[in-house]
């Protein structure tokens, strides 16, 4: 394991790419007013009436 030691002006954070992407793309989610109030809309709905990823995705 490499440790590395940096010098740093502001207070900062280290992520895993992984982690990094992941903040990404809820930023970029975040950022569409449009596809928030859909979410908003949809997780609105009563649970019976909302559909299964598999309902959706799958092959027929």
């Not at 010098?7 to 280290?14: A, L």
């Not at 949809?42 to 598999?54: F, G, I, T």
Request: hydrophobic share 30%; proline share 3%; charged share 45%.
């Amino acid at each position: 394991m490499d440790i590395k030691t940096i010098k740093v002006k502001k207070p900062s954070v280290i992520l895993n790419e992984d982690k990094y992407e992941e903040l990404k793309e809820t930023l970029e989610i975040l950022s569409n007013s449009d596809l928030v109030r859909s979410i908003s809309k949809a997780l609105a709905e009563p649970k019976e009436k909302r559909k299964s990823h598999e309902e959706v995705f799958s092959k027929k």
